[in-house]
């Protein structure tokens, strides 16, 4: 069994070169592997997830804050305290079917809807070193970055319904076109 994939091959796999890839990474400012280093599933599949998004037109940005408020809301719940690696929040990523329970970049079951569910407050999956300041105290709360994660949700959906009828007329005539 492999335990990991190196940068050639993860870039075979999403059908991009590494310059795409090291823009996501910069981007988003993700743990770059150096070899010996290799890549995990998890985080090959967030890229993936990634090429995806951005081949529905859904900008670099978008993207970025949707992360961003995703790693908020693991931090909150103290799903960071479970993990070592410098990759703990692409670890578990699949590619599998729509969750309720999920995040949409990371994948990461956070116990209950995401979109639909109410908060549990109190809800803490670990522990960790305290902060000097709560985080309530700093003016974050699960729930105000949970509301900012959804609506953030909603905006990349948009985009790529806006965007779907358009790529299956490209497809369709990309295939005419150049009998594929």
Request: hydrophobic share 35%; glycine share 8%.
């Amino acid at each position: 069994m492999s335990r990991g994939i190196p940068l050639q091959e993860v870039c075979r796999q999403i059908g991009k070169n590494h310059v795409y890839v090291g823009q996501i990474q910069s981007t988003l400012d993700l743990f770059k592997p150096e070899p010996p280093q290799l890549y995990r599933r998890g985080y090959v599949n967030f890229l993936t997830k990634c090429t995806a998004l951005r081949t529905f037109g859904v900008g670099l940005g978008d993207i970025q804050e949707l992360f961003r408020k995703e790693i908020k809301v693991l931090k909150l719940l103290h799903l960071d305290s479970h993990s070592q690696s410098p990759t703990w929040y692409l670890d578990g990523c699949t590619l599998e079917g729509k969750d309720p329970d999920r995040l949409l970049l990371t994948g990461m079951n956070i116990g209950f809807p995401v979109m639909t569910g109410p908060v549990q407050t109190g809800l803490d999956f670990g522990s960790r070193e305290p902060e000097l300041f709560d985080s309530h105290q700093m003016g974050e709360n699960l729930e105000h970055v949970l509301d900012l994660y959804r609506r953030q949700v909603m905006k990349i959906r948009r985009r790529v319904e806006e965007e779907r009828p358009i790529l299956r007329t490209a497809m369709s005539w990309s295939a005419k076109a150049f009998h594929f």
